[in-house]
């Protein structure tokens, strides 16, 4: 069996467990294993062939680190609108209750809602910020 194709094979079988495991780093590193298959194709030497799957794997892995560090993180799960479509909705308070509550309708239910800390209640429309259980949290607008 030529090193090429053991190159493949090894890329091929870190595709996979990458599929299994859900990581995109495997897949990244299954690029490495087969730059080194292409530069066993083109007669490169076995250590040239292990220096380029570990210089291919290895820089890709740390351009993918670098890359989502510098993003910024998600918000949670309770304020994300990507995870719940409720955030962003506005809904219109007539009036808050001596605890800090209002009741409103809200596709087509009765709600609880609740003023975002350090936030003052007021009356009229307000933004849903974050969902906690079955109250909304809102701001004014």
């Known amino acids: 069996m030529t090193h090429s194709t053991i190159w493949w094979l090894i890329a091929g079988g870190a595709i996979v467990l ?8 495997l897949l990244l590193l299954g690029a490495g294993f087969a730059a080194a298959a292409i530069a066993a194709h083109a007669g490169a030497s076995l250590q040239v062939q292990l220096v380029v799957a570990a210089v291919v794997g290895a820089s890709s892995v740390l351009a993918w680190y670098l890359a989502r560090r510098r993003s910024p993180a998600d918000p949670p799960t309770a304020a994300n609108r990507n995870v719940n479509l409720d955030i962003g909705e506005q809904v219109m308070i007539d009036a808050w209750n001596a605890d800090g509550t209002a009741s409103v309708r809200y596709r087509g239910a009765q709600w609880t809602a609740v003023a975002r800390a350090g936030v003052a209640t007021a009356t009229g429309a307000h933004r849903v910020a974050e969902v906690v259980g079955n109250r909304l949290v809102v701001d004014h607008v």
């Open 18 to 25: 990458e599929l299994v495991s859900g990581t995109i780093y």
